[in-house]
C-alpha cells in the first residue's frame, strides 16, 4: 500500500451535472477525512468517517453533497446538480487509529472544474 | 469544529530566520502538526509537536508550542528559497486546518 489514492485526478463537468470522487485510504486506517481546498485557502473540512459511521459533516456543506464509506475501507464523495462554485480541489486524508498515528497522509486531490 | 488561525503571508530574505505562528481553540488536540504545501504539490507533513511538549527541534525547524495561550509557532532557522511555500496548522482532534501562511524566501 503506497498511500491514499483518489480518482480521478482531473474531472470537467458541465454545471447541473453529478460527479462522484472516490478515496481509497491507507488499509487499516479508520479514520477518513474530506476537505475541499481552493486557490489561496487552506484545506476547507466537509466531512470525516470512522471506520463506516460518518461521524461530522460540515455545517457549510450544503445538501447536495453526500459522502459514503459504506465498508469502512474507500469512501465516495458525490456532487449532485454542479455549481460554478464547486470548482475546488477535494482532498481526502486517512489516519490510523491509536494515539501512535501522528501523522494524516493526504492523497493528491480531484481537481473539479465545472464551467 | 474549532477554529485555527494563522497569518497569510510572510517574507523573509535567504538566510534569515522565519517565525510562523498560529493560535487554535481546541485544547484537547492531542498533537498539533505544521504541514508544507509547495505551488501545484499535495500537501506534506512537515513536523508536529505532542501537546504534552512546549518544544521540538528537527534540523533547521523548532516548533514551540505555549498550550496555555494556545500558540503554536515554527521557526525556520537559515530560510532557504526552497522553503518557499504554504505553511498550515493544524490539530488532531478534528483535524481543522488554518488558511497557511505563505512564506516568500527573497535572495
Known sequence: DTGVSQDPRHKITKRGQNVT???DPISEHNRL???RQTLGQGPEFLTYF????QLEKSRLLSDRFSAE???GSFSTLEIQRTEQGDSAMYLCASLGAGAMNTEAFFGQGTRLTVV | GEDVEQSLFLSVREGDSSVINCTYTDSSSTYLYWYKQ???AGLQLLTYIFSNMDMKQDQRLTVLLNKKDK???LRIADTQTGDSAIYFC???NDMRFGAGTRL???P
Not at chain 1, 470512522?50 to 459511521?53: I, K, S, T
Open chain 1, 69 to 71: 464509506r459504506p465498508k
Open chain 2, 104 to 106: 516568500t524566501v527573497k
Open chain 1, 21 to 23: 470522487f472516490r478515496c
Open chain 1, 33 to 35: 477525512y474530506w476537505y
Open chain 2, 71 to 73: 500558540h503554536l509557532s
Open chain 1, 50 to 53: 470512522q471506520n463506516e459511521a
Open chain 2, 90 to 92: 493544524a490539530e488532531s
Open chain 2, 38 to 40: 509547495e505551488p501545484g
